[in-house]
């Protein structure tokens, strides 16, 4: 059973350019979620999906990013216009059908982004 | 303000000895996790302890919980090189189901041979 798909490993774009980064939850596992890692920061939360829905999107940016997860393919977080701000490492997360009490988010290995 | 807040920052020891590191946190919560994240690597897993248990155990690795404190401790004994990583606690808010992860800045800690 693969973990967590995450791609491309590192993308680099030059400012104003998108950024589409990739990702393919474990086998099983219906729930999405992105965060977004600055240097020698913590992971912020952005995004939570389902399949073809939006759950929860408090923590992504009012404008540029965006986010889907399609009935069939990998969930994808495509950033508009990319500024030196947006650098960062972009991880994804999945889990399976959630569980109130407790769960485990399986987090894949990361995008790098850098805008130069 | 910042939810789950690891305590130190760094922390640097010799192999073999134990390392304790703290996590506040301010929300209530439905459980709290902690994770080991190696040098631009993806998170790891290590354990979840619900808010309703007060120590957890798996293998090397100790978690306390104290929700009066709002606050847990991750102890991992007789340190390996290996170890050296930064740990990162995460809370799981009660908040309708339908949250992310909230995480700290995390511990960075180094094991000298």
């Known amino acids: 059973n693969a973990g967590v798909m995450q791609n491309p490993r590192h993308l680099v774009r030059r400012r104003g350019q998108e950024a589409r980064l990739r990702c393919s939850p474990m086998?099983?596992?219906?729930?999405v979620y992105w965060y977004r890692q600055l240097p020698e920061e913590g992971l912020k939360f952005m995004v939570y999906l389902q399949k073809e829905n939006i759950i929860d999107e408090s923590g992504m940016p009012k404008e540029r990013f965006s986010a889907e997860f399609p009935k069939e393919g990998p969930s994808i977080l495509r950033i508009q216009q990319v500024v030196r701000g947006d650098s960062a490492a972009y991880f994804c997360a999945s889990s399976p059908a959630r569980d109130m009490s407790s769960y485990e988010q399986y987090f894949g290995p990361g995008t790098r982004l850098t805008v130069t | 303000s910042q939810q789950g807040e690891e305590d130190p920052q760094a922390l640097s020891i010799q192999e073999g000895e134990n390392a304790t590191m703290n996590c506040s946190y301010k929300?209530?919560?439905?459980?709290l996790q902690w994770y080991r994240q190696n040098s631009g690597r993806g998170l790891v897993h290590l354990i979840l302890?619900?808010?309703?248990?007060r120590e957890k155990h798996s293998g090397r690795l100790r978690v306390t919980l104290d929700t009066s404190k709002k606050s847990s401790s991750l102890l991992i004994t007789a340190s390996r090189a290996a170890d050296t990583a930064s740990y990162f606690c995460?809370?799981?808010?009660?908040?309708?189901?339908?949250?992310?992860?909230?995480f700290g800045k995390g511990t960075h800690l180094i094991i000298q041979p």
């Open positions: 302890i619900r808010s309703n248990e």
């Open positions: 929300t209530s919560i439905n459980n």
């Open positions: 086998k099983g596992h219906s729930h």
């Open positions: 995460a809370t799981d808010a009660r908040r309708g189901g339908a949250d992310g992860l909230t």
